[in-house]
Each structure stands twice: as C-alpha cells, then as structure tokens.
C-alpha cells in the first residue's frame, strides 16, 4: 500500500538533508580547503523512486534483488569564484539557496498536511 | 539522520565565529601596549578554522577551532626615552597588531555570525512548523 503521504514523505526527508548540506557550507564559509557541496535533486529523485518500485522477494527461493545502484546525490560544487585559501563556499549564493530550500520545506509540509485533511474530511463526512 | 543536526553544524559555526570576535577585541584592546622586551610584546591572535567532517566523507558536520596562533611577524620598535617602560636603549616595543586587518577579521566574522543565526532562525521555525502537521 502506498504510505499516505506519497512522494511527500520522501521530499521532506530530501529537503531536510539538504537543509544540513547547505548549513554545513554556511557554518564553513571561513575553513581553508572546506569544498561547499550540495545534494543534486534528480539523483535523490531517482533514488526515492528505485525504492518506490524495488521487486519484492515473496518467497524464500527468490533471489535476493539489491535495490538499483543510483549515483551519490552528494556532491561537490563548481564555484563561480574560487578564493585564495581553496574555500569554495559563496555565502550569498548558499543563503540564497537555503532560502529557497526552506520554501520548499514547507511546500511539501503544505501538501502531507493536506492529505491529513483529506483523509479527515473522508472519516468524519465533511462535518 | 539527526533532526536536530541543523543546530549543532549552525550553532558550531556561532561558537568559532564568536571566539574569533573576541580575539579582534583581544587585539584591538592590547594595540597600544608597550613595553621594553622585545620578547614580552603582545602578539596579535588568530583563530584557525578546520571543518569538523573529514574530507570525501558523506558525513556532515560544522566547523572546529583547531587552535589560535600568535603572529610572528616581529614588533613595532620606536625610540621613546620618555616613556617609562622604555629599556636602556630607550627603545619601546609595540604589538604587530594591523588595525585594518582587525577592521576587516571583525567584520567578516560578524556577518558570518549573522547568516548562521539565520539558518537557526529558519530551521528552527520550520521544525516548530513540522510538529504541527496534521492540527490545521
């Protein structure tokens, strides 16, 4: 069965890691040699999905399926303007993106609240 | 995953940038110490930063304070007989402190502190946000 919060669930999780990537860049805006890095979307979003149609083993004679091999969505930034000390964190890009992370957060905190509703509006018939 | 990583990394950050805040205070308050030792002249402070993850690691984590260093550039020596800390040569010893140095460090690390504090603000309202799923 499908959990009731669909793609959802697993965006939340997404943005809430990516919050920690994106924070951590922040945190190290002045370390020598910190690389910023960033969770790549389209991987993750693959990855959500290879979990979402993985074959289940329903009898013991079946061979066990490791879920599909997708790519790390942890990745390392290409910066724009590198500085002197090998930093690559830009702080103004990252708060941006952390912005807009956050917007994301609670878009997809909108939608899974919205199923709740749903499924209240459908137990108590509208009353 | 830890849901209250956010905190740590951020709040990682608010310690190391506010001790380097204090190290520009620290050197912009001993600038104009002087004395007659060379080797006794007030150094000018810093804070070395390393991030607390281990490079190529999936692992997040914030930012550690790996130590502070005294400069090593040598002191400022200026001849003042005068001054009662001058040694028999009459020579005086100024700390190597650069004031548009400090100027710039101060100003650096309080913007630095400010966007952390942000990403705690944010994270923190959107964490209050998720423990209301469900109530509207």
Known sequence: ?127 | MNTFSTFDIAGSALAAQSLRLNLTASNLANMHDVTGDPAAAYRSRHAVFRAASQPFSNTLAGVDVLGVVESTTAPTERYDPGNPQANPEGMVYAPNVNAMDEMANMISASRSYQSNLEVINTAKQLLLRTLMLGQG
């Open chain 1, 1 to 127: 069965m499908e959990s009731i919060f669909g793609i959802h669930e697993a965006a939340l999780l997404y943005r809430a890691k990516r919050m920690d990537v994106l924070a951590a860049n922040l945190a190290n805006a002045d370390t020598p040699n910190y690389q910023a890095r960033d969770l790549d979307f389209s991987s993750a979003l693959d990855g959500a999905f290879a979990a979402a149609t993985q074959l289940k083993a329903t009898d013991p004679r079946h061979i066990a399926l490791e879920p599909m091999a997708h790519g790390d969505a942890l990745k390392y930034r290409v910066p724009h303007q590198p500085s002197l000390d090998g930093n690559t964190v830009e702080t103004d890009l990252e708060s941006a993106r952390y912005a807009e992370n956050a917007v994301s957060y609670q878009a997809s905190l909108l939608f899974a609240g919205n199923r709740i509703s749903a499924l209240r509006t459908a137990l108590t018939g509208g009353r």
